[in-house]
């Protein structure tokens, strides 16, 4: 590992201080993403800065259903007070997908947001879930909602001296269900191959959807929404023949490449499989 200058501010304000500096300088969330990159010589760092000792990145609130993450908020945090609550079952699930157990209790759901990878599992049940980014640097704040929020593979909008705060989800209707599916070709502790996060909102009278959201992983450089398989939903009954529909158009927002953990078209066939599941646990749950 190269060597590079350590910093563990215990201020926000302090913390921009030392982001805002010359040279190449890495925030430091959780670790796991940027400590291989390092050692790997995958990125270069002049100065990491420790934000895990930052308070206003360590807050995790819930609040009359609206939930508040700091960027230094433990993956094993979020699912713990997301399972307890029943709340955001798609980002429970994710959250506890990454890694180990020993990952999870040091790797941030920001980091994970940040780190930007196509195929970052807790990225589509942030989506679904409509999660606002909100940045902070040494000149102001900023709100990025989630979709905007990405550039590339590994690649975010964020500005140079600037640092993802907090994501913020809004409270959820209660007759709402989410999910989120991925396939891997182990067990567990692999990168998702594609990966699916679906969220509905019926009517109960009627059991039309009112509101459909669909994110996908890892088939695409970025993580993208289902537009046309979201339009298509809403406005009608969540039964298998609708069902099967969307996971048809799912695919159509699916640009995916080929390499050694799976091809394109294989892809694309796995998207419309994990649309098709998730969204029939979705259902489920709304029984």
């Not at 398989?229 to 969307?246: M, N, R, V, W, Y």
């Amino acid at each position: 590992m190269p060597n590079f200058d350590y910093e563990a501010p215990t201020s926000l304000k302090t913390a921009l201080g030392f982001l805002s500096g010359n040279g190449e300088i890495r925030p430091l969330a959780g670790g796991t993403d940027v400590i291989d990159q390092l050692k790997s010589n995958r990125r270069n760092a002049d100065l990491v800065v420790d934000l895990k000792r930052v308070p206003e990145l360590l807050d995790l609130e819930l609040d009359e259903g609206r939930l508040r993450i700091g960027a230094a908020v433990s993956c094993t945090e979020v699912h713990n007070l997301t399972s307890e609550n029943d709340c955001f079952p798609a980002l429970s699930e994710a959250s506890e997908l990454i890694g180990s157990i020993h990952i999870q209790n040091r790797a941030s759901i920001g980091g994970n947001v940040c780190n930007a990878a196509p195929s970052a599992d807790t990225i589509p049940p942030l989506l679904v879930h409509e999660a606002v980014a909100h940045t902070a640097s040494a000149t102001g704040e900023r709100e990025i909602p989630l979709i905007d929020f990405f550039a590339g593979p590994g690649q975010t909008v964020l500005q140079k001296g600037e640092i993802l705060k907090e994501l913020v989800l809004p409270a959820s209707s209660p007759n709402a269900a989410s999910a989120y599916l991925r396939f891997i070709p182990r067990n567990e502790m692999d990168i998702a191959v594609a990966g699916v996060g679906s969220l509905i909102e019926v009517e109960p009278s009627s059991n039309i959807v009112k509101k459909a959201r669909i994110a996908l992983a890892s088939v695409a450089p970025t993580p993208v929404r289902a537009y046309a398989a979201e339009q298509f939903l809403e406005g009608s009954t969540a039964d298998k023949t609708t069902i099967e529909e969307a996971a048809d158009l799912a695919v159509q927002a699916a640009v995916p490449i080929t390499d050694v953990r799976g091809s394109a078209e294989y892809r694309k066939e796995l998207v419309k499989v994990l649309t098709k599941r998730t969204l029939n646990i979705c259902v489920e749950r709304l029984a």
